[in-house]
């Protein structure tokens, strides 16, 4: 009991407190100062770091040493009569009174002032004048040898992400335009089923270390050249003109945005030909792989993001590109994607190092702000990820792919009003492009929409009737809204993939009473090599086997990846509640999450 009695009156309690209060409120002004000053997240880290190795030789000082009118001393050099320790006990006190009042005064400000900055911001859907919308076709490749097309492609899509960023321009997405490689229609037909005033169209031709690029905007009501331009220049300039037809373009569409401002906008990540070059190669195997469903080129486009990222180590989008591949792998809902020799412990380690390389190389802090989302999402601090996703929509508000990462935050977080914002957004972006109606229409019945999800798909299919994922897509949602017969005829015009589907065959047996045949297909998927856990999961919930069908995601509940049983909650018709790790999550997130819902079209019982 001396030694405590001997802590007090030596102040060591009153120092820690002082030195803890005083530690957060640092805490709180960095955690303010960084996203200001764009500086990486790890100054936050590094000052954490700093101060719990501080609290030690702090509390040894407070113990061992004395402040005197003479000066700091030893304890034991001072007379106990003459100990100024009371005196200084007093003005620790008046200390920790003036750092709780600025900690209450913050709090104060905080709540009345920046209630609204730190409140997850209202994002509007900003529908752009129809003017200022442009598709960007697939560049031909003119080559001898025909040996470029990845470069065609790559540049193709980087000039379409560059323009994506200019807020009041609408560009149709990948998933949009390159449905029209190689196709055999003009320009003015090709806008009027995107749905847009302009269309981008060009070619490259290279000759050992000269290359040519030609490239023509083209107003699709009148055929009008409003821009165009030949770069005949060495390969090592690539980069120049790939920002330069982005400028270009962006000031002919008359954009709101200043020259300066623009230029800055459309800037590439990377000023080495060989990084750049590696990464739109990468580019254009994602695409390829997504067009054909070839796992191969999916791998082999990771292989050039981490050859981009290796040669450019301050290339963000190289490292966001790779991040976004281990995602994927961590995600059981989505199809497997060829990494099954390593662990999900070395997975979420892949994906972390890469996304926090994105995030400490970004070039401005919107930018910053994407990538932080999707670490959190991973991570499953729901909040800070929608915050995060809209902040970043503010100033990207035609990244249809982050609102699409955005409904899906909102989803495991049961948060519906930041879910409508996204699927207005997705629903005003599909009357011109295909990933935004696909996910709109994926989305929609999970909110009560699904008749409305239904009709838009089958719209939507009028202008892209061999689109293997709205087909998909628009059935589901038809038998959501119990239109077994549109269901029927909808398989009927399917496409072979898409109509042997599994899930499809399922889905369509159970709503016409065929409990039977669902029963074989499952067993047919169960001998599969390539066994799909979410195929069968939605199977054994149509035959009303939600035991086995919980059962079989007990995998999941290890703990080690949470995000990957978390990943089950976009569906509506999913229980969380015989998972612990999963039902803490969520209390900790304070999601208020609905009762799962029944399936309408459920196989009638046996």
């Known amino acids: 009991m001396r030694f405590f009695a001997e802590l007090k009156r030596r102040n060591v309690y009153r120092v820690a407190i002082a030195y803890l209060v005083a530690a957060w409120l640092l805490l709180q002004f960095t955690n303010m100062l960084v996203p200001i000053l764009s500086l990486p997240e ?10 719990v190795i501080g609290l030690v030789p702090t509390l040894i000082a407070a113990w061992a040493l004395e402040l005197t009118p003479e000066g700091i001393k030893l304890e034991k050099d001072v007379d106990r009569s003459k100990s100024e320790t009371a005196r200084t006990g007093r003005k620790l006190n008046y200390f920790m009174i003036g750092m709780l009042a600025l900690v209450i005064v913050g709090l104060l400000v905080e709540r009345v002032f920046i209630a609204g900055v730190s409140e997850p911001p209202q994002v509007t859907v900003i529908v752009a004048e129809p003017d200022k919308s442009i598709a960007v076709l697939p560049f031909a490749d003119l080559s001898q040898d025909r040996n470029q097309e990845w470069f065609a492609d790559g540049l193709a899509e980087e000039i379409m992400n560059a323009l994506a960023r200019t807020p009041d321009l609408m560009v149709s997405s990948r998933t949009s335009t390159f449905t029209y490689k190689g196709a055999d229609k003009d320009v003015s037909t090709i806008a009027k089923e995107l749905g847009v005033a302009h269309v981008l169209e060009g070619s490259i031709r290279s000759t050992g270390k000269r290359i040519r690029v030609t490239a023509q905007l083209i107003r699709a009501a009148d055929g009008f050249h409003v821009w165009s331009q030949t770069y005949d220049r060495d390969d090592e300039d690539v ?46 195997l994602r695409a390829r792989s997504l067009r054909t469903a070839d796992l191969k080129n999916y791998l082999d ?50 994906f972390l190092e890469r996304i926090d390389l994105a995030i400490d190389t970004a070039k401005d802090t919107i930018d910053r702000s994407g990538s932080r989302a999707e670490k959190a999402t991973v991570q499953l601090r729901l909040r800070t ?76 299919l009028e202008r892209w009737p061999n689109d293997a994922g ?67 999961w939605m199977i054994l919930m149509l035959l009303g086997e939600s035991q086995e069908a919980t059962e079989l995601l007990r995998v999941h509940e290890s703990g080690e990846v949470p995000y990957q049983l978390a990943s089950w909650l976009i569906y509506h018709n999913f229980d969380p509640s015989p998972f612990p790790s999963l039902v803490q999550m969520l209390d900790r997130e304070n999601v208020q999450r609905p009762p799962a819902v029944e399936i309408p079209f459920a196989c009638p019982p046996d």
Request: charged content about 25%; aromatic content about 8%; proline content about 3%.
């Open 239 to 284: 980069i120049g003109i790939q920002e330069d037809i982005a400028l270009r373009i962006a000031s002919a569409l008359q954009t709101t945005m200043d020259p300066e401002a623009l230029q800055d906008m459309v800037r590439v990540g990377t000023r080495s030909v060989r990084a750049y070059q590696a990464y739109i190669r990468g580019l254009s």
């Open 385 to 460: 990820a929608i915050r995060r996703f809209q902040v970043y929509l503010e100033a990207r508000p035609n990244d249809y792919r982050a609102w699409h990462e955005l409904l899906i935050v909102a989803q495991l977080a049961a948060d519906r009003e930041s879910a409508n914002a996204a699927l207005a957004a997705l629903k005003t972006a599909g009357n011109f492009d295909r990933f935004a109606t696909t996910t709109y229409v994926s989305s929609a019945y999970r909110f009560g929409e699904a008749a409305v999800a239904a009709d838009y798909g089958l719209d939507a």
């Open 470 to 536: 709205l087909s998909y897509q628009t059935h589901r949602s038809l038998l959501w809204a119990m239109r077994i017969g549109d269901a029927a005829s909808l398989v009927g015009r399917m496409n072979e993939t898409n109509a042997g589907n599994p899930v499809v065959r399922a889905r369509q047996a159970c709503a016409e009473g065929r409990r039977d045949d669902v029963l074989q297909i499952l067993e047919q998927l169960r001998s599969d090599d390539g066994r799909s856990v979410a195929g069968e």
């Open 42 to 51: 790890w100054v936050t880290r590094l000052i954490l770091l700093f101060l």
């Open 301 to 350: 486009s990771y292989e050039q993001f981490e050859l981009a990222r290796s040669i450019d180590p301050r290339f963000a989008e190289a490292h966001r590109a790779a991040a976004a591949f281990w995602k994927v792998q961590l995600n059981p809902t989505r199809l497997p994607a060829g990494t099954p020799d390593l662990t999900l412990q070395e997975f979420l380690n892949n």
